[in-house]
């Protein structure tokens, strides 16, 4: 009978962007909890709200929990890079397990915030927090330069399309001609004089018709003879 239950205390861990709205009494989770007063079992749980923590705040305390809290705050990578070089002294200090454990913590946060590769990179940099520093200023580095080329190629892109959309409305009469004629006509004789024949009544020129149907220029002349 004088056996005491150890101080029991739940805490929930959150890290999102949103904030949170769930309810925070165990009682308030059952249905009809109104009905039964306090017979029912109720509890309350203690949130810890990641965001809520300024950078100072978690930087005083230095704790592994705290440096913890202080990587998997909302951030870029660029702030995730100064982070851990800030954090590098703190770092340096901890016991081998304690390290594994950060850097365990640490590359869960990079998994799931960025990207798996950069995780991946980052596991097996070895050589303590400066090659590591300098392994996301590598890979940070490579992404501004594909940002470039990317940019670059889709300039290009844009610029050919605007130019044939400009070659388009230049020829306007000749292009809407073409494009609906001749896709279907092509290969079949008939088709192609029928085309001929529409855009000579169009006073399109006769290099123009013979490009667009495939005809001679002696054979487009008999069919403007043939017309007059």
């Known amino acids: 009978k004088d056996y005491r239950l150890p101080a029991i205390i739940p805490l929930v861990l959150y890290n999102g962007i949103a904030q949170w709205t769930a309810v925070k009494s165990f009682r308030e989770y059952q249905n009809g909890y109104e009905l039964f007063g306090s017979a029912l079992v109720d509890f309350k749980y203690s949130l810890i709200n990641v965001k809520s923590y300024t950078e100072q705040d978690l930087l005083e305390v230095s704790t592994l929990m ?6 998997d705050q909302d951030i870029n990578k660029e702030e995730l890079r100064r982070r851990i070089e800030v954090l590098g002294e703190y770092i340096s200090k901890l016991r081998e397990e304690e390290q594994q454990l950060f850097f ?8 799931n915030r960025f990207d798996k590769g950069m995780a991946k990179e980052l596991l097996e940099t070895s050589g303590g927090v400066i ?73 399109v020129n006769l290099e123009t018709i013979a490009a667009a149907t495939g005809l001679t220029l002696e054979e487009i002349k008999k069919l403007r003879q043939e017309q007059h």
């Open 66 to 71: 705290s440096e913890v809290f202080y990587l």
């Open 104 to 111: 365990g913590w640490m590359n869960n946060v990079i998994d």
């Open 131 to 203: 090659n590591m520093v300098y392994a996301i200023e590598k890979i940070l580095e490579n992404e501004r330069v594909e940002g470039k080329l990317e940019g670059k190629l889709e300039g290009k892109l844009e610029g050919k399309l605007e130019g044939k959309l400009e070659g388009k409305l230049e020829g306007k009469l000749e292009g809407k001609l073409e494009g609906k004629l001749e896709g279907k006509l092509e290969g079949k004789l008939e088709g192609k004089l029928e085309v001929a024949r529409n855009l000579l009544l169009a006073n």
